[in-house]
């Protein structure tokens, strides 16, 4: 069964980074694409970003790109999502997912979801 375990939220200032870890148990993680997605109160899960099972390719949401780096440590079995420039709209709590090989925007689509890490980011 796969676990997932996020770690690294926290409150930050508006334009400080942090860095999201996620680690993946239970199957082999080279064989599985692992996306971000965050939910703020009161609405919708957003995709923040994914990246295939080679870390070969990887997209992101159009609120979070050129701020945000999503990357993968296959021997670690680890995803990491590095946000910079945070803005107070980047609160919510971050869950990360995986699904087979190829990343997704839909998040119907993964399979497995971690319990969240919430990111808070004061002005």
């Known amino acids: 069964q796969v676990q997932l375990v996020e770690s690294g939220g926290g409150l930050v200032q508006s334009g400080g980074s942090l860095r999201l870890s996620c680690v993946f148990s239970?199957?082999?993680?080279?064989?599985?694409?692992m996306g971000w997605f965050r939910q703020a109160p009161g609405k919708e899960r957003e995709f923040v970003a994914a990246?295939?099972?080679?870390?070969?390719?990887?997209y992101y949401g159009d609120s979070v790109k050129g701020r945000f780096t999503i990357s993968r440590d296959n021997a670690k079995n680890v995803v990491y999502l590095q946000m910079n420039s945070l803005k107070t709209e980047d609160t919510a709590v971050y869950y990360c997912?995986?699904?087979?090989?190829?990343?997704?925007?839909?998040?119907?689509?993964?399979?497995?979801w971690g319990q969240g890490t919430q990111v808070t980011v004061s002005s």
């Open positions: 990246i295939n099972w080679s870390g070969g390719s990887s």
């Open positions: 239970g199957r082999t993680f080279s064989s599985y694409a």
């Open positions: 997912a995986s699904r087979r090989y190829t990343g997704s925007e839909t998040s119907s689509e993964y399979y497995h």
